[in-house]
């Protein structure tokens, strides 16, 4: 069966230190999402692909930055960790078009100390 | 700007009992409008969406939502809550920031909680 996959599942890294956190799909989909999950703010979308070699800013992109050298994989780099990025981090996938549903994966915990 | 607000926090109901989530949205033109439910320690999954045609949808686990545009509203609803219906549900809504797109806005989400 088809799914996307978030590693790791748990990250704890020190305020300064590179972090690159890892989502591929196999769906076959060509747009891809980064969200952060904060209590009271739901949902936050980082970055975003609609395809290899594109990427777009999201509402809360700075400090983090994204590549898509293939259709299965989007992932996400803290250039350089700071607490404020402590949050739980979720991928989605989605055929290309306006009106279809994301698919989520199942998230990665960092703290930042 | 596009915008969808869930007022409430929390909801809770008895298990049986009907329940309402409720969301309302801001957008220009038409709007397409998602329910995703988020299980403890998982990832969201999605539950249904209107995009045009009938105002009640139908979707997963026996909810539905009703599209009232004259109200700007996507509640959802089911008709008997189960206690495994106890979830965070958020509404969304996509972006039409120009283009083909499907970036979606999140509301802050409804905790649901069904006693026994």
């Known amino acids: 069966d088809a799914e996307i996959t978030q590693s790791p599942r748990h990250k704890i890294t020190e305020t300064g230190r590179q972090v690159t956190l890892a989502c591929h799909q196999t769906?076959?989909?060509?747009?891809m999402f980064w969200y952060r999950q904060d209590l009271g703010h739901g949902l936050r979308l980082i970055h975003y692909?609609?395809?290899?070699?594109?990427?777009n800013k999201g509402e809360v992109s700075d400090g983090y930055s994204v590549s898509r050298s293939n259709t299965e994989d989007l992932p996400l780099t803290l250039e350089s960790a700071a607490s404020s990025q402590t949050s739980v981090y979720f991928c989605?996938?989605?055929?290309?078009?306006?009106?279809?549903?994301?698919?989520f994966g199942p998230g990665t915990r960092l703290t930042v100390t | 700007a596009q915008s969808v607000a869930q007022p409430e926090d929390q909801v809770n109901v008895a298990e049986g009992n009907p329940l309402t989530v409720k969301c309302t949205y801001s957008v220009s033109g038409n709007p397409y409008l998602f329910w995703y439910v988020q299980y403890p320690n998982r990832g969201l999954q999605f539950l249904l969406k209107y995009i045009t045609g009938d105002n009640l949808v139908k979707g997963s686990y026996g909810f539905e939502a009703e599209f009232n545009k004259s109200q700007t509203s996507f509640h959802l609803k089911k008709p008997s809550a189960l206690v495994s219906d106890s979830a965070l549900y958020f509404c969304a809504v996509r972006s039409r920031d120009g283009g083909a797109t499907n970036k979606l806005i999140f509301g802050t989400g409804t905790l649901l909680a069904v006693q026994p």
């Open positions: 989605a996938s989605s055929e290309a078009g306006n009106f279809y549903e994301q698919y």
């Open positions: 692909s609609y395809g290899v070699q594109d990427t």
């Open positions: 769906w076959n989909h060509n747009n």
